[in-house]
């Protein structure tokens, strides 16, 4: 079954080979790569650049540039928030489409694929689940239930519409959580122990039966010591290749890619190596929400450039890394930044101690940064023999 798939996928991999090795035609202009949107860029090779949306921004009309970018620069587009379980059912039993709905109206517009963001979460919950569950009038057993409808009604609504689901996210621990050593941590293993995840993957399959159904996660972009009691690269790998054993319907890992230049980050061959081991388990890979945050010191804030360059250079390095990384490994389907520009990032709300922010590809005012311009050299100046074009896997039953 598996080579008959995949092999449908070479022949047009050939026909795109051919393709990619011819510069476009242009009636009479000479061919600029430079004036092309990322989006268009990346489709070159098959991949999908996005971008997460904030749907305030987007309809703020005193923002007109907001809007254009997200219309024409990018291929795929995810809800930053609007598709999370606190905004769709505020009040139990009162769903609230509208803004989903405007976003995934907003993509088809536009000719967009749209990343569904999110069924299984542990944040942005409504209060009315988080409060019953903790003063004991919803039991387990309803909780359960609700989980199943909530992912079932949401996966149905949006049927056909949705090529990638993040169907469960961010439920494995960090190092620095208590117990240290790495576990299913959250709302979700506490109160319904680990099986809901795979239980979340078949009910959202029943729903779906065509979309890409993923485990999304944040600092899964390299491996570390191999060891799962401490590396969560690892952890997610063992987790990943037993849900596929138990023939649970995951097609896809995302990897986050919430970086920041005060680290000391991976290389283009450590991503490599982590995207390519995903992809021996059987499942496409992708960035999901790309950012590479800095501290903003008093210089930064002052205007300071000796200070601003090096923070611009080294995010637009890893921005590079992990751009690259994708293009080597072709069940990389799609990258996708978390935000787009620098005054409508979720960094500098979330990280004020010290503050951070510089962590998108566009400044403030709407200029694209040093990153915008190197993840876009890597996509003209990619192709075969060790850019091919990608390789998507057929949803599993
Ligand atoms: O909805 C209220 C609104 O009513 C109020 O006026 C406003 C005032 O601050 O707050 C609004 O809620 C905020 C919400 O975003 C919607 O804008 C929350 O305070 C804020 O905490 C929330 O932050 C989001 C965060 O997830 C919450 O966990 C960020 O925008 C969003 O970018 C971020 O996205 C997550 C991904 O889903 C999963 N991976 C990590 C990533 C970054 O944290």
């Given at each position: 079954m598996k080579v008959r798939r995949w092999m449908t996928a070479g022949a047009v991999a050939v026909a795109t080979v051919a393709a990619l090795n011819t510069v476009p035609a242009t009636a009479g202009k000479p061919y600029d790569p430079t004036a092309q949107t990322l989006g268009a860029l990346g489709l070159r090779h098959g991949l999908q650049v996005g971008t997460a949306v904030n749907?305030?921004?987007?309809?703020?009309?005193?923002?007109?540039?907001?809007?254009?970018?997200?219309a024409t620069e990018f291929a795929s587009v995810t809800a930053e928030n609007v598709m999370k379980w606190e905004s769709l059912e505020p009040t139990r039993g009162n769903y609230n489409w509208g803004p989903a709905d405007q976003l995934v109206d907003f993509a088809k517009r536009n000719r967009q694929s749209v990343r569904g963001h999110v069924l299984v979460w542990h944040n942005q919950l409504p209060a009315w689940l988080t409060s019953g569950v903790a003063d004991g009038s919803i039991s387990k057993q309803e909780l359960r239930e609700l989980l199943r409808k909530h992912i079932t009604?949401?996966?149905?609504?949006?049927?056909g519409k949705i090529w990638q689901w993040d169907v469960v996210n961010e439920a494995v621990s960090d190092p620095?959580?208590?117990p240290p050593t790495l576990h299913y941590k959250g709302f979700w293993a506490e109160n319904l122990g680990p099986g809901y995840i795979a239980d979340a993957f078949r009910w959202a399959r029943a729903a779906d039966p065509k979309a890409l159904l993923f485990y999304n996660d944040y600092n899964i972009e390299a491996f570390g010591s191999g060891n799962p009691a401490d590396d969560k690269t690892q952890f997610v790998y063992d987790m990943v290749k037993k849900l596929r054993a138990q023939g649970v319907p995951i097609d896809g890992v995302g990897a986050q890619g919430h970086l920041g230049t005060q680290y000391g980050n991976f290389n283009t061959f450590q991503v490599t190596e982590a995207l390519k081991k995903f992809t021996s388990l059987g499942v496409a890979t992708a960035f999901?929400?790309?950012d590479v945050r800095s501290q903003m010191t008093e210089g930064v804030q002052a205007g300071n450039s000796e200070e601003i360059n090096p923070r611009l250079q080294a995010s637009a390095a890893n921005f590079s890394v992990l751009m690259k990384a994708c293009l080597a490994v072709r069940s990389c389907l799609s990258y996708t930044v978390w935000g787009f520009s620098d005054n409508h990032s979720w960094v500098?709300?979330?990280f004020d101690d010290p503050p951070e922010g510089l962590a998108t590809i566009y400044d403030e005012n709407y200029q694209p940064k040093l990153a915008y311009h190197e993840i876009k050299s890597d996509l003209i100046f990619a192709g075969p023999p060790f850019v091919l074009p990608r390789?998507?896997?057929?949803p599993r039953r």
């Open positions: 749907m305030d921004a987007l309809n703020d009309a005193d923002d007109p540039q907001y809007r254009k970018i997200a009604t949401v996966a149905k609504r949006y049927k620095w959580d208590t999901t929400e790309v500098p709300g979330w390789l998507a896997p057929k």
